[in-house]
């Protein structure tokens, strides 16, 4: 079936280093995009979003990118804080009213 | 402003009960969708409710229920409950339904089946 995925379920960085959280979609007629911040016993915050119709989006140190052509979606995040670790998901929402998640990637960020 | 609030935060049932989550959306928000997280996975779509209606459904057994009341509040409601029903329930809140107005997500009340 068609889904939402991530490449890797955990990810380590220096602070002050880049970090890029990659995810893999494998519904093509899906538009819209979002990416999801996690914190322990929270729930899911939301970061930044993109539609189909772009290929990039920024935020403050967030840049979501979407590459239709391998139905892939990435999230880059400049200068990572220890505060930005948390479990990362990307979410697709095909019908506008149910959200797919991905299984998230744990983002941790060593001092 | 309150954000969306959860109760109860923790609860432990036996196999068998049911058991009733509520959630009260942000004040003007009149959707309201329902998720199971299971440990180590992402949240699953269960329900999305507007104006009191029903607007989408995921793949769940009709054991599971949820209703909306007239002030947009809501509950869901799970039966018989088994051991694979402990997860995180999360409750998120929109203003007319669709992440294209933007969810905002409560803290989700914990769910312990033994």
């Known amino acids: 079936g068609e889904s939402v995925g991530l490449h890797l379920p955990t990810l380590s960085v220096q602070e002050g280093d880049n970090s890029i959280i990659n995810c893999a979609y494998s519904?093509?007629?899906?538009?819209?995009f979002i990416w999801y911040k996690q914190e322990s016993g929270k729930g899911p915050q939301f970061i930044i979003d993109?539609?189909?119709?772009?290929d990039k989006r920024q935020g403050q140190r967030v840049t979501v990118l979407l590459n239709k052509t391998v139905k892939h979606l990435s999230l880059q995040i400049a200068a990572t804080q220890p505060g930005d670790s948390a479990v990362y998901f990307c979410a697709e929402d095909p019908n506008n009213n149910d959200m797919r998640f991905g299984a998230g990637t744990r983002l941790t960020v060593k001092p | 402003d309150a954000g969306v609030t959860q109760s109860p935060t923790h609860l432990i049932k036996t196999r068998g009960q049911q058991v009733t989550l509520r959630c009260s959306p942000i004040s003007g928000h009149k959707s309201v969708s329902w998720y199971q997280q299971v440990l180590g996975q992402g949240p699953q779509f269960i329900f999305q409710?507007?104006?009191?209606?029903?607007?989408g459904r995921g793949n769940f057994p009709d054991r599971f229920s949820a209703r909306q009341f007239p002030n947009y509040s809501s509950e869901l409601n799970v039966n018989a409950l088994l051991l694979g029903d402990s997860a995180l329930y999360l409750c998120?809140?929109?203003?007319?339904?669709?992440?294209?107005?933007?969810?905002?997500f409560g803290s989700g009340t914990r769910l312990t089946v033994v």
């Open positions: 993109i539609r189909s119709n772009m």
């Open positions: 998120a809140s929109s203003l007319s339904g669709g992440s294209n107005y933007g969810y905002t």
């Open positions: 409710y507007y104006e009191k209606e029903e607007r």
């Open positions: 519904n093509s007629a899906s538009d819209y």
